[in-house]
């Protein structure tokens, strides 16, 4: 398993700079949206921040299907790798570097907020001093919500490249990343439908629109959303193992 | 005799089509076991279910004595190596870090030893070229050094010397022999060109339809496919008894049938055993080569 993580973490290091480019390139214009938008980095989670989950779910499944591709993952069971320890591999691989670079994500975020203080903002009028409080507690509070949510969509990348097991597994991954993307609109159109809502609270990129949604409120609570991430992330392992567990390879 | 490879009744159905249909095969320690078959006769989904690549639908394997159900299965297939159809390479790295990502995977604690690997398969002078503008060659070569990373007793090649130029045949074909004589490397090698394996081969394995057909030692084929006289007569006994009296070698079939292995004067042959009241039915010259065995034993044309 260690040498599993080695070779994956190694794998992942050369592509390091332009992951940390992505990165710093999401939080900036976030925090330029947010300020030209509120006046203020810390009111809510705006779609930049959903965005950024989603692309590293799509980077994810883009990543791992090049080992379909190039048939690298015969290398790993030829020598005697187990399926369970290469799929748990990547997972905590992906799952660590999303952690790592959503916490990079909000560090830059919130510097930047201060770089953009002078930026016109769009809203009428600066948020107050009682509001910016409000604004600036939930963010926090949300801030371990996002730290999970990030994390918890890569197990849908994992899940779907290693389901596919071709070159589709990453297109299929940056598709449904897209598509995710856009379900929190389903609460906009129809905010009565229970299906709907029910969708978009289980799903940890929508969670994160729902983070916004909660930033004025003073009674919002974290946990349950953190459950729901790990559930989500703990659904995708096992059904997608269960899947690669059997599967045919070439 | 030990054995690194033993199949039992091997299985492989892919919904209605039966890939495998039983295969039992025995590769014994030691040898470069030529595996022949026509496309699609089930090579490759072979050394698919070897290699873990995929599961039996019934049968069993045994790798080093250890069952394919048993854990202790990962820890035989570390003594493995394979190049599986086409070779797993990473097309973005050059031929040295290819070979430190598979270190990497063995957990080896150092990279000696890559240079050696590379001089093996002759790829030391490709300096930063990437594998993804390596000749099919090349590639080829590099997914043998691959295999070969953390020396494996027991090395597995899909036709290795599918478009290959003769140079780089006769090359992977020195490697092969080289890797036997010198490090006692097993090699399991499926390959349609029979010209070439022949070369190489100490035992046969010919699979067809998914069935072993046919196992034998290349000492074995040798003796089948000698040049010989393959006779009928009235009576093998007294022919026996006439080809001892001329010092003939020869192999007594059946009652009937027998193959003489030398060209003797056949009116001296015919008049000796007339004398003895044997008749001389029929008389064939008698002269194959793996080729022409391999199309006689399935029964029909080698695909190419």
């Given at each position: ?250 | ?149 953390g020396n494996p007793d027991f090395l597995i090649l899909d036709e290795p010397i599918n478009g290959l130029d003769p140079q780089g045949i006769i090359e992977v074909r020195e490697l ?129």
């Amino acid at each position: 398993m260690s040498k599993l993580l080695s070779t994956e973490f190694y794998k992942i290091c050369r592509k390091f700079v332009t992951i940390l480019i992505i990165t710093i390139a999401f939080s900036v214009t976030g925090a330029f949206v947010s300020m030209s938008a509120t006046g203020t980095v810390y009111a809510g989670m705006n779609m930049i921040f959903c965005m950024f989950g989603l692309v590293f779910c799509g980077m994810t499944g883009l990543f791992i299907s090049q080992d379909f591709v190039n048939n690298t993952i015969r290398n790993k069971l030829i020598i005697g790798h187990t399926r369970f320890h290469i799929y748990l591999s990547y997972q905590i691989v992906f799952a660590v570097l999303a952690f790592l670079m959503t916490a990079v994500f909000i560090g830059i975020y919130i510097l930047s907020g201060k770089l953009f203080s002078g930026v016109e903002v769009f809203q009428e009028g600066q948020p107050t001093p009682d509001e910016l409080k409000i604004y600036r507690e939930n963010f926090f509070k949300a801030l371990p919500v996002y730290l999970v949510a990030v994390p918890a969509l890569t197990t849908l990348g994992v899940f779907i490249s290693m389901t596919l097991k071709n070159s589709l597994g990453g297109v299929v991954t940056v598709i449904t990343a897209y598509t995710l993307n856009s379900l929190p609109l389903l609460d906009v159109i129809s905010p009565e439908n229970k299906l709907f809502a029910f969708i978009n609270t289980v799903l940890p990129s929508s969670q994160i629109y729902l983070m916004e949604k909660f930033s004025a409120e003073s009674d919002f609570s974290p946990l349950k959303y953190i459950l729901i991430s790990i559930a989500f992330a703990v659904i995708m392992f096992m059904l997608g193992y269960a899947i690669f567990r059997k599967a045919d390879l070439k | 005799m030990d054995y690194v490879l033993k199949t039992n009744a091997l299985c492989k159905h892919y919904r209605h089509f039966k890939a495998l249909n039983g295969v039992s095969m025995h590769i014994p320690k030691g040898a470069i076991y030529g595996f022949v078959g026509k496309n699609g006769a089930g090579k490759t989904t072979l050394i698919r279910l070897i290699c873990g690549l995929q599961y039996p639908t019934s049968g069993d394997f045994e790798l080093y004595g250890v069952k394919n159900t048993d854990k202790a299965i990962s820890g035989s297939r570390s003594r493995m190596g394979a190049v599986v159809e086409t070779p797993s390479v990473y097309p973005n790295m050059t031929a040295e870090d290819n070979l430190k990502m598979q270190y990497r995977l063995l957990g080896m604690p150092s990279f000696d030893g890559i240079r050696e690997l590379l001089k093996l398969v002759g790829l030391e002078n490709t300096g930063k070229k990437k594998a993804k503008h390596f000749s099919l060659g090349m590639k080829q070569r590099l997914g043998i050094a691959i295999a070969l990373c953390g020396n494996p007793d027991f090395l597995i090649l899909d036709e290795p010397i599918n478009g290959l130029d003769p140079q780089g045949i006769i090359e992977v074909r020195e490697l092969i022999l080289k890797l036997n004589r010198e490090r006692q490397i097993t090699v399991l090698i499926s390959s349609h060109i029979l010209d070439e394996l022949s070369k190489l081969a100490t035992h046969y394995g010919f699979i067809d339809s998914g069935r072993i057909v046919k196992e034998m030692s290349a000492e074995e084929l040798e003796q089948a496919c000698r040049k010989c006289i393959h006779m009928t007569v009235t009576d093998t006994k007294i022919l026996a008894r006439v080809l001892d009296g001329m010092e003939i070698t020869y192999k007594i079939l059946d009652e009937k049938t027998a193959d003489v292995y030398a060209k003797p004067n056949f009116s001296q042959l015919a008049l000796a055993l007339s004398k003895e009241n044997c008749e001389v039915i029929s008389m064939e010259e008698h002269d194959e080569n793996l080729e022409t065995f391999f199309v006689n034993l399935v029964g029909g044309a080698v695909h190419e």
